[in-house]
């Protein structure tokens, strides 16, 4: 294995699974898989790229730390060189949160400074310009991200940000050094070293700038970011000739298929409006949930139901709605309680024949991609063409797999639900 990823949540991993698995023309990626929590054996000698994925964004910073070392230690017994620590382009996180205190015990475990911070993804129109990360034209605090309803977000400056969750300098690289390629990039990354800067954000407005970052950090041991600042990593193993091109098939995935939506985000609630409009779609009154009212099996009657029509079934809400949820109920008992049932749905789905399942949400897709792992003893997944920018189709078993699409609150077109079915469908070339 030459690079290793530790995602901190589930839709995170199968995000920079699929930068690496597609790399960029002509050479292509590498041979990827998206491991469900740190495997418990060795990884198969033909990965050259492996995605932990965590479900750390929102546990407790020392929790964090621990898995998050313990994925560390079984990516470097596996042979990686280079080591990228994959947290959300919208930088889910508060002041007292996980990217800043995970990042500083990675960099301190493999002795690491002026380690790179680039969430930037401009393919889904998160970027970085002074420091500041932006969602399309508008500041993140700006951008609804301030109304997350685990890790509200509510200054866009990182650098700030940053300092708020760990001991050390953060530096900065503005674009204006970034535009002026790779050495100019590489002379600022090698003096925010020299400056004893434990991190050192910087700005990506473009593709061509994450592509630029990429070569430039080509030596560098340990990087964090969104999916984006893996998109140049498996050229610079292509050019050193240490990687293979990487081109494998997807079966075609036609069976019974079912939507589950447990993110709030606003592009996830305009999908569920769209799918809505032709679709059988039952929203979950979480109150009910709550209370012990409403039962897996009343839930999972209804997809069963609509069987051949897509159904959905959501628990997402507005900013307010959640809001009133949480102050009676708790922030942490109402997300354990929607997780545990879209899980327990999930694997009802599977004793039933579901093979493909459409999941929104970080948090949503953790716990039911781990719920489906624990049924079918899978630890890895294959992975498979890509649907909207940063999210893959993945693939669970070999024999007769299960197709998934973990899809984050944030991405996707409002059409997202039906087009993931259509590409399972299809089985193209990844």
């Known amino acids: 294995m030459l690079i290793g990823v ?38 198969d000698e033909s990965i050259e790229a492996g995605v932990i994925s965590l479900k750390t964004r929102s546990i407790d910073s020392k929790l964090a730390v621990e898995q998050s070392l313990a994925a560390l230690n079984w990516l470097l017994e596996q042979g990686c060189t280079q080591i990228v620590f994959k947290y959300c382009s919208t930088f889910d996180s508060t002041p007292r949160g996980n990217i800043g205190p995970v990042g500083q015990a990675l960099a301190n475990a493999m002795g690491e400074k002026g380690v790179v911070v680039c969430p930037a993804f401009p393919g889904a129109g998160r970027t970085v310009y002074q420091g500041h990360l ?33 001991v050390g300098k953060v530096g900065h690289v503005p674009h204006a050094v970034v535009q002026q390629g790779v050495s100019s990039l590489q002379a600022a990354l090698l003096d925010s070293v020299n400056a004893d800067e434990l991190f ?43 990687a293979k091109a990487c081109v494998e098939s997807m079966p075609s995935m036609t069976g019974l298929g079912a939507i589950l939506a447990g993110s709030c985000s606003g592009a996830t609630r305009q999908q569920i409006e769209h799918h809505g409009l032709s679709h059988p779609a039952y929203k979950i009154d979480v ?21 051949d029509d897509l159904p959905l079934v959501y628990s997402s809400g507005t900013p307010d709605q959640v809001t009133v949820l949480q102050q009676r109920f708790g922030v ?29 949400g970080g948090e949503t897709s953790s716990a039911v991609a781990m719920r489906l792992s624990e049924i079918n003893g899978e630890e890895a997944l294959r992975i498979g063409p890509e649907i909207d920018p940063g999210v893959p189709v993945l693939l669970m078993g070999s024999n007769e797999p299960t197709a998934l699409a973990l899809k984050s609150g944030n991405f996707g077109g409002d059409d997202f639900f039906e087009k993931a079915f259509s590409v399972m469908s299809n089985g193209e070339k990844t």
């Not at 700005?203 to 893996?230: C, F, P």
């Not at 109150?287 to 069987?307: A, N, P």
């Not at 929607?338 to 024949?353: I, N, Q």
């Open 134 to 166: 932006f969602v399309f034209d508008q500041l993140l605090h700006e951008s609804g991200m301030q109304n997350h309803p685990l890790n509200p977000m509510t200054d866009a400056d990182i650098r700030r940000w940053l300092s708020n969750q760990c």
């Open 332 to 360: 942490q008992a109402v997300a354990e309680a929607l997780d545990d049932l879209f899980a327990d749905v999930a694997g009802e789905l599977l004793s039933l024949g579901y093979t493909r399942l459409v999941v929104a």
């Open 6 to 43: 530790i995602a901190d949540d589930f839709t995170g991993a199968s995000d920079i699974a699929n930068t690496l698995a597609k790399g960029l023309p002509p050479e292509g990626g590498l041979s990827t898989a998206q491991y469900l929590g740190v495997p418990k054996g060795a990884a």
């Open 200 to 242: 050192c954000v910087v700005d990506a407005v473009t593709d061509a700038d994450l592509e630029q970052l990429g070569y430039a950090m080509k030596q560098h041991r340990l990087i964090t970011g969104g999916s984006g600042v893996a998109m140049g990593l498996p050229r610079n193993l292509h050019a050193q000739g240490i």
């Open 287 to 307: 109150e009910s949930v709550m209370q012990g009212e409403l039962s897996v099996r009343t839930v999972v009657d209804f997809i069963t139901e609509h069987v």
